[in-house]
């Protein structure tokens, strides 16, 4: 399991680092800021995490491979900067679609730690949505804009009911590889149908 979890985290940094580095280059940020955002928005989520469940030095200090991943997908970024560019402006941008993948992924790994820590539900709901979430919000506000998490976008949610499947399929006995893998499918599934149908929560009740 500890390597299953493993393989999964490299792959949501990768794809987090991914998002990051080509807001970076949207942003028209130079090559130290692109990877600063790419970083940041890689091993955020996992930090918080990690200090939350007092697993400290959290993992990304403790495996350069993190680092080392994110510095990489920010120099694969830099060198297409032009055709991300053009590509940026189509309906489903690369940091979207980075960014759905990544967070089911960080979804099912922030949940499966807290529910390995011994959380309650709220809790764990909240590691898996803090986890998720966090690389992302923090790259929005680096480069001055409101976390679309925290605005328009069907995205949190997506990671909560992902969460909620994932307790759903252990209280009815399935073992930890279904159990995870029902988080990453239905959060990363969640969120691309959202985008596909240019869905959003309510500003108002009422």
């Not at 942003?27 to 955020?44: E, P, Q, R």
């Not at 400290?56 to 032009?82: D, G, R």
């Not at 949940?111 to 959380?119: G, L, P, Y």
């Not at 539900?121 to 804009?145: F, H, N, P, Q």
Request: charged residues 15%; hydrophobic residues 55%; contains cysteine.
């Amino acid at each position: 399991m500890e390597i299953f979890l493993h393989i999964l985290d490299i792959m949501g940094t990768s794809a987090f680092a991914v998002s990051g580095a080509v807001r970076g280059v949207r942003h028209n940020l130079d090559i130290l800021g692109v990877t600063v955002l790419a970083i940041a928005t890689g091993v955020f989520g996992g930090i918080v995490r990690d200090v939350l469940i007092a697993k400290t030095p959290p993992a990304c200090f403790q495996h350069e491979m993190y680092l080392i991943i994110c510095i990489a997908s920010a120099a694969v970024v830099l060198m297409k900067a032009e055709s991300i560019a053009r590509r940026s402006e189509k309906k489903w941008s690369i940091v979207q679609i980075f960014d759905a993948i990544g967070l089911g992924i960080f979804t099912a790994i922030g949940a499966q730690k807290a529910i390995s820590a011994d959380f309650g539900v709220v809790g764990i709901i909240m590691m898996g949505m803090i986890t998720a979430c966090g690389g992302g919000m923090l790259r929005d506000i680096l480069v001055s804009e409101i976390p679309l998490v925290l605005r328009r976008d069907f995205y949190a949610t997506a990671s909560i009911i992902g969460v909620i499947f994932m307790l759903i399929a252990k209280k009815l006995g399935f073992g930890e590889y279904a159990q995870i893998l029902s988080a990453v499918i239905i959060a990363s599934g969640l969120r691309f149908w959202a985008m596909a149908i240019n869905l959003h929560l309510p500003k108002k009740i009422g």
